[in-house]
């Protein structure tokens, strides 16, 4: 069995940061893909931020140069800074992680989000 736990949220003024963090624990064998999704109230989950193993990042316009994805994969933690924090950023935001499992099985976890709320 494996959880993410993710950490972080809160309240901030628009103009200020935040820094999420999400760990994994559990069976884990080793961790793919990573991500950060959004989901406010009355619309879709959207992808925030993902990266791989090896580093490689992908963010959608939306936050492009406003947030910033890390992971430290000794810790089997992912890192979502966000700056310049927008009333439209406000959301419960969750965590993702494809893992293998020292099972060997492939599992696609996610946590139980976290808020944020932007003030304007």
């Known amino acids: 069995q494996v959880q993410l736990v993710e950490s972080g949220g809160g309240l901030v003024q628009a103009g200020g940061s935040l820094r999420l963090s999400c760990a994994a624990s559990?069976?884990?064998?080793?961790?793919?893909?990573m991500g950060w999704y959004r989901q406010a109230p009355g619309k879709q989950r959207e992808l925030v931020a993902s990266?791989?193993?090896?580093?490689?990042?992908n963010y959608p316009d939306s936050v492009k140069g406003r947030f910033t994805i890390s992971r430290d994969n000794a810790k089997n933690t992912v890192y979502l800074q966000m700056n310049s924090l927008k009333p439209e950023d406000t959301a419960v935001y969750l965590c993702?992680?494809?893992?293998?499992?020292?099972?060997?099985?492939?599992?696609?976890?996610w946590g139980q989000g976290t808020l944020v709320t932007v003030s304007s």
């Open positions: 993702n992680a494809e893992v293998i499992a020292t099972s060997r099985s492939t599992l696609s976890v």
């Open positions: 559990g069976s884990i064998f080793s961790i793919n893909r």
């Open positions: 990266i791989t193993s090896s580093g490689r990042t």
